[in-house]
């Protein structure tokens, strides 16, 4: 019997975790090994006048009831517990109740469980960035997906109207002049998809390539590369754009008039479609105006939104095209609305600064969309 009190005892002085006898009636510490005067800072003589309560950081009837819980049928849990400098540390409690000397008690075992914590908020972190990863591919797939559709869709169309002319043996001028179009939509084609790649490559980092940049003359060039889908729907295109220069990323801002112009074409009930722009000091305003089905007040800020659609769901789409024009319109540090109403038509407006900072700006993997 001393042999085992003997080997009791060691193991009692030496174990690596805390050890705490308490009093199961009064919270008062009637034992502690040497771990515990090493976590808590107190010597051992200390240690032993305090109570549990005063190395819990819970309300002391938090702490009343979780002792008469593990008195009664034993209690593992995590708590915090404070030490002599104040300093605090997670640890987990294994606590039953006995009788030693006549005196209810409460034995309790006491981990620092410090290094766990945070190897699982380290594990939580690597999670969630795994999870964003995935979804950020996921979204580039998506968007990368709807976003090349519309590109080789025009170039389907003018190489079918090329192929025409071809039978009807047109004149050798009319060919150029579609074939130069469909070249210029293979170039735009073969740009957005560097585009979407270097997008993918940043992660949504996206730096401009600012230029100067003739506003008449590219919204002209959109007009000609829609040419046939604005006939497709019979709606004339009005443009009242004049010479206007600024430093933008070309690629972007055209961009952004193709979205816009699908949007008026898609929702424009075959009505005429306007595109108007002007001056005011340092910025420059575009409008791209429909006679369409319009938008309700409520969904003016809504629709910019990603995955959002105000329209009739038979109109198709994803709800990307006002969203992406959005992102390329503020990483110019400028702004685009709606100003509509339902069953008149709607108006998009875009306002630019003149000349857009060169830096680098959070933006999603873009391309011209249709909404």
């Known amino acids: 019997m001393q042999h ?14 805390i050890i705490l006898v308490i009093d199961a009636g009064h919270g008062a510490i009637l034992d502690c090994n040497a771990a515990a005067e090493t976590a808590y800072g107190y010597p051992r003589a200390e240690l032993l006048q305090r109570t549990i309560f005063e190395l819990r950081v819970e309300p002391p009837r938090s702490v009343s009831e979780q002792m008469r819980l593990a008195d009664t049928a034993g209690l593992q849990f995590e708590t915090v517990h404070r030490c002599k400098d104040g300093r605090t540390f997670p640890v987990e409690v294994s606590s039953s109740g006995g009788t030693f000397a006549g005196c209810r008690c409460l034995f309790s075992i006491i981990r620092d469980i410090t290094e766990r914590k945070r190897l699982e908020v380290e594990r939580e972190a690597l999670l969630a960035s795994s999870q964003n990863a995935l979804a ?18 025009n170039l389907s169309l003018q190489i079918q109207q090329l192929c025409r002319l071809i039978d009807r043996r047109a004149v050798r001028a009319h060919l150029r002049v579609v074939s130069e179009a469909v070249l210029h939509e293979a170039n735009r084609l073969s740009s957005l998809i560097d585009t979407l790649l270097d997008a993918q490559r940043s992660k949504g980092q996206l730096t401009l390539e600012l ?18 889908r604005a006939d497709q729907v019979g709606s ?9 220069r600024g430093r933008w990323d070309r690629v972007r801002i055209d961009q ?11 929702y424009g009930r075959g009505r005429p479609v306007r595109v108007v722009a002007d001056e005011d000091g340092p910025l420059v305003r ?23 659609r105000a329209m009739p769901t038979h ?9 992406i024009t959005r992102q390329i319109v503020e990483a110019h ?39």
């Open 4 to 17: 085992d009190a003997e080997i009791a005892g060691y193991l009692f002085e030496h174990a690596r975790d």
């Open 286 to 308: 575009l409008e791209v105006i429909d006679q369409g089905i319009g938008v309700k007040r409520e969904d003016f800020e809504r629709i910019f939104d990603k995955f959002e």
């Open 236 to 244: 004339k295109v009005v443009v009242d754009v004049p010479p206007i």
């Open 211 to 228: 230029d100067d940049v003739d506003l008449s003359e590219l919204v002209r060039d959109v007009i000609m590369r829609l040419r046939v």
């Open 315 to 323: 109109y198709g789409g994803l709800g990307l095209g006002l969203f």
């Open 333 to 371: 540090h400028g702004e685009v609305a709606v100003v509509s109403v339902p069953g008149v038509g709607s108006t998009f407006r875009v306002t630019l600064p003149r000349v857009a900072p060169a830096a680098v700006v959070s933006a999603r993997p873009t391309a011209a969309a249709e909404l």
């Open 256 to 266: 952004v008039v193709t979205n816009l112009m699908l949007n008026a074409l898609k």
């Open 136 to 153: 950020l591919r996921e979204e580039f797939l998506m968007i990368a997906s709807h976003e090349l559709r519309t590109p080789v869709t």
